[in-house]
Structures are given as C-alpha cells and as structure tokens.
C-alpha cells in the first residue's frame, strides 16, 4: 500500500491568550496517520473533535492562534518522503494547490460575492501558474469544467446566480484545476440537499477515479461516509480512536464511541428520529484524564479513567484505541 501523506504524533494547539491568561485548546493531541494513494479516506466524528484543526495541519496551514506543538508531517512528492513542517514558506506555498488542495467548511466564501466565477478561476490560475494569457485561462476552465461534467456557462454568472449544490461543484472544480494528488475536503455535503449532496458525491468520486488522486473527506455524517470512502478514522477529542476500511467499521465496529456513531444513523422504517449519544464532547482545553470518551462510555471501567489506551491492532489494516479490544 502506497502511502502518500503520513503524520507522526502530529499535536496542533489553539493558544489563547487574554488578559494575561493563557488558555491551550488541545485540538490535535497527537494524531498517527497514513493515507493510502488512490482512495477516498473519511474522517468523520462529533462537532468540535478537532476534525477541521486536522484538516489545517495536514495542509500545514497554521495560523496564530493554532500552533504546531509537535509531531511531523510527511507527503509523498516524487517518491520521496518531504518532511513539510522543516520546508521553507515559499516551498509549502508551491506545493499547496499543485500537491495538495484544500476545501474549506462553509467553502461559499471562496468565491466572491461581486465577481462572476470566471474571475476568479482567472485570478487562481494567475497566483499559480506563469506565463498564460486569459484566453488560455479561459480554455483551462472549460476544459477542466467539461471534464468534471460540470457546464461552462458557470464561468459567466456571479456566485449567487448558482444554487448551493452548483456552487459547492464549482468550488471543488476550483481547487482541483490544478490536479492536486491529495484534496482536503471539509463537510463538502453539510448544509446541502439530498439531491445536491449525492451530485456533490458523484463529483468526488469522478475526480478521484479520473485523476487517481487521494481525498481526504471530514463529514460528521456516517451516512456519507458509508456511501464515499473506502477508509477511515474516526475522531474523538483531538484523537484517532478507530481505523480501518469502511465496510469493516461498519459491520464491525469496536470503540464503543464508533458503534454510537453507527446506532445514531436514521434506518429506513424509523418512526422517531433515533437517538444520539447521551452527553457531548469534552472541552479540548481540559479533556477528561485516561480515555476522552469514558465519561460518555456505557462500559468505562476503573482504568479507562487514569490511562489512555494505544492502539491495538485488530488486523492488518484495523486498529483501535480501547482496552476492550485488548
Ligand atoms: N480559531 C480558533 N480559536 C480557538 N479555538 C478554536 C478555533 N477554531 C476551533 N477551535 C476549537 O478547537 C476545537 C476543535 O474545533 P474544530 O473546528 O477542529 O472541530 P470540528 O470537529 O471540525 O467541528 P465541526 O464538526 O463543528 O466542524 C473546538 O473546541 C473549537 O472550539
Ligand atoms: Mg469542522
């Protein structure tokens, strides 16, 4: 298995600082990865675990007040492992929208409201790439567009001419003008209709099997999960607590925070909607000691209180971090 972006231990903290008061929210605390090449990996977990701090690191963009603490960051360029965290600015600067793309949450704001799309993907392609006229821009977006299935007539109207599941595509068809071999992508289906979310998820997969790249998709939904990846994490308080390949986790999911995750999912025939898990995420910036999840865990026992379990592996490609695994 080709792994083609791994993180180490990765920790990113929001520093705070107010009044002479210090306060470290612990959103990445400590993060092991690695992502395959070719596939779509999920990550998914509760509001506030840290999921979209995670999606920052990875593309290490990290802005006061989120600092990197420690760990490393390692993306396959070339066949070769480049430490991104040592690299200069100018070099992250290259490889960001050429190696590794980025869509935002709530990622309507990347175009601009008073501009028609077209500038933007001119403005894009004139910040990346040297040397080409707009009429070459123009060929680059149509063709781009054309082969995402996407209509070029997008090029020519304002962003609120669109509706949200044609802007979202439009976004996405933005950050991967340049063939990125990794995209991040952040709740891309979130606040969409269930038309528009399946168009939006056709899109992905599209681009992932055309261009044979990785994405990385952080959605709370594990009904989108199931439908998209082929992998993935599952994140609670700044920490991976389960891995593996999607159908296993769900025909066998063992962190007892997972099988919660699956039980909440609607099914078919549902009269009520069901319910979700009693109680909600710790604060990242005094999580409970030993497991984050054992005040919220049905089979906590003493230990789960003072230490905090490593991973176990389940098998080759499973792992989870819970004593009853053990
Ligand atoms: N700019 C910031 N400054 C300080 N704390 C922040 C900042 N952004 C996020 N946080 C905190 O970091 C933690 C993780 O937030 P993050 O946005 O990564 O979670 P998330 O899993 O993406 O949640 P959601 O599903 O709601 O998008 C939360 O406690 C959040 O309050
Ligand atoms: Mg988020």
Wanted: hydrophobic share 40%; aromatic share 8%; glycine share 6%.
């Amino acid at each position: 298995m080709d792994i083609v972006l791994k993180t180490e231990n990765l920790k990113t903290f929001y520093v705070l600082e107010s009044m002479g008061e210090k306060k470290v929210v612990q959103a990445v605390n400590g993060v092991d990865l690695n992502i395959p090449r070719n596939e779509i990996f999920g990550i998914a977990g509760e509001s506030g675990c840290g999921k979209s701090t995670l999606l920052k690191a990875l593309l290490a963009s990290l802005e006061p007040p989120l600092q990197l603490i420690d760990g490393k960051l390692l993306y396959l360029v070339d066949g070769e492992y480049l430490d991104v965290f040592s690299l200069s600015d100018d070099k992250i600067k290259e490889l960001r929208w050429s190696y590794i793309s980025y869509i935002p949450q709530g990622s309507m704001h990347v175009l601009n409201p008073v501009k028609k799309i077209k500038e933007t993907f001119f403005e894009f392609l004139e910040s990346h790439t040297k040397r080409k006229d707009r009429s070459e821009y123009l060929n680059l977006a149509n063709e781009h567009l054309k082969e995402l299935g996407l209509p070029s007539r997008v090029l020519d109207v304002y962003p609120h001419q669109l509706s949200g599941g044609m802007r979202q595509r439009t976004v996405i068809a933005l950050a991967t003008l340049l063939r990125p071999r990794v995209i991040l992508a952040d709740e891309p289906t979130t606040a969409l209709d269930v038309v528009a979310q399946r168009a939006v998820i056709q899109l992905l997969k599209r681009i992932q099997k055309e261009f044979q790249n990785t994405i990385i998709m952080v959605t709370h939904d594990m009904g989108i999960h199931a439908q998209v990846t082929t992998r993935m994490a599952i994140m609670y308080a700044g920490k991976i607590v389960e891995e593996g390949p999607t159908d296993e986790l769900f025909a066998k999911p063992i962190h007892p925070y997972t099988k919660h995750l699956i039980q909440s999912l609607p099914k078919i025939g549902d009269k009520e909607p069901r319910e979700g898990i009693p109680g909600s995420p710790p604060s990242l910036v005094s999580p409970p000691p030993g497991c984050a999840f054992h005040p919220r865990c049905p089979y906590a026992f003493e230990r789960c209180k003072v230490e905090s379990p490593e991973f176990v592996k389940i098998n080759q490609n499973h792992r989870v971090a819970c004593f009853l695994a053990d």
